[in-house]
C-alpha cells in the first residue's frame, strides 16, 4: 500500500477543503494518508513516506512564509516524489468568475523542495473563493457557490495526475517570475507585519480568545480581555474571518497613521543616509553607488522598525483610554462579509473539517 504524507497550511479552510477532497481521494485509491497542518512549533516528520504533497494558500505570489521556513527544514529525502498544490483567491465580477494568479509561489516551494533533493514531478493550481477580508469584501455566497465547484473541479484533477504519475510543472514565465518575487519577497519581510498591526477588535469583542487560539503564526495575544496582534502576522486573514461575533476590523486610523509616518521617516531616513555617504564618499560614482543601495535598504528597514516597535507601543499605551480605542476602531470592514470554506472550524482536528 503506497504511503503518502500531506502538508498544509491554512487560513480560511480553502487549502484544508482541498487537502480533505485529496485526502478522500488517495485513500479510495488504497493509499494509506496522512496529515499534517503546518503552524506555530510544527516540524516535518522524519518518517519515510512514499509520496509527499505539499499545499498551501498564495498569500502576494508565495507560500505563507511560515509554510516556506517549514519546507526548508525538511530532512534530505533524496528521489521521494512530491507534488505542490496552490490555492488561490477567485473571484466574480459582472457575473464572471475570474480565477486567482500564482505567480512565482510554486516555483520557490518546488526550489526549496529540489535542493532536499526531492523528485517535484507535479505541481498545479486551484481556485477558492478570495478571503483577503483586510483590504477585499468577500464574495457572496452565489459567488462562493459558483468558484467553489470549479475549485472542488480543479483539485479532482490534479490528484488524478498524481494517481498517474502525471509529469507537468507550472510556469509563469519570466517577467511574471521576477515581479512576483519582488513583491512576495517584500510582504515577506515587511508587508505582512505591518498588514498585522493594523487589526483591532472592536466594541463587539466578547474576549472569547478564539482568534488567538486558533491563530497558525501564535501571533495573536490577549490583554485585557482584547487581542493584540505581535508582528509575526501571516496575515492569513483566518482570525477576521472566522471571528463569531464579527468583532475584528482594520483600524483605518492605525492604518493611515502608520503608513505616513512609515513614509515620512523611510524618506528622512533615506536623504540622511544618502547626504553622509556624499560626505564621505566623493570622486568615485561606482563605489558611492555600490554604498548608496545598501544603506538605502538599511533605512527603509530602520523605519519599519519604528514604526512596527516603538511606535506601535506608544499606540498600544494610547488604546488604554476607552474613547481613544473608540476612535482607532472606525474601520471600512465592518460593512465587509466574512468568508470561510463549507464547515471550516479552525478549533477542530483535520478529520473534522466538514
Known sequence: MPTTLIHYFTGTGN????????????????HEVSVVQVKFGVVPSINTFDYHLVAFPVLSWAPPVMMSHYLKTF???????????????ALVRDGRLISGYTGQALEQAEKVLRRKKMDVFLTGNASFPDNWTQMTNPCDQSGADLIIPQGESQVHA???????????????????????????????????????????????????????????ANTIVMEHHLPRWKT??????????????????????????????????????????LHY??????GIPWLKVLVDIPMVILAIYLAVWVSLVPLEFVFRMLMKSPSIRRYFTKSFTKSFRRYSAPGFKPHWPFEHLN
Open 15 to 30: 487549502t484544508a477543503h482541498a487537502v480533505k477532497l485529496i485526502s478522500e481521494s488517495l485513500k479510495s485509491a488504497g
Open 75 to 89: 530532512p534530505r529525502l533524496k528521489g521521494t516524489k512530491v507534488a505542490i498544490l496552490a490555492i488561490n483567491g
Open 158 to 216: 490534479f490528484v488524478k495526475k498524481f494517481l498517474a504519475q502525471e509529469r507537468e510543472l507550472y510556469r509563469c514565465g519570466a517577467l511574471n517570475k521576477a515581479w512576483s518575487w519582488l513583491v512576495a519577497a517584500g510582504f515577506g519581510k515587511i508587508g505582512r507585519r505591518i498588514l498585522g498591526t493594523f487589526y483591532i477588535a472592536d466594541d463587539k469583542c466578547t474576549g472569547c480568545a478564539i482568534c488567538a487560539k486558533t491563530c497558525p
Open 232 to 273: 509575526q502576522c501571516e496575515d492569513c486573514n483566518r482570525c477576521i474571518n472566522t471571528c463569531p461575533e464579527k468583532a475584528i476590523q482594520v483600524s483605518l486610523p492605525l492604518m493611515l497613521i502608520q503608513i505616513t509616518l512609515n513614509l515620512f521617516l523611510s524618506v528622512w531616513f533615506i536623504e540622511g543616509v
Open 277 to 282: 555617504v556624499s560626505l564621505i564618499i566623493f
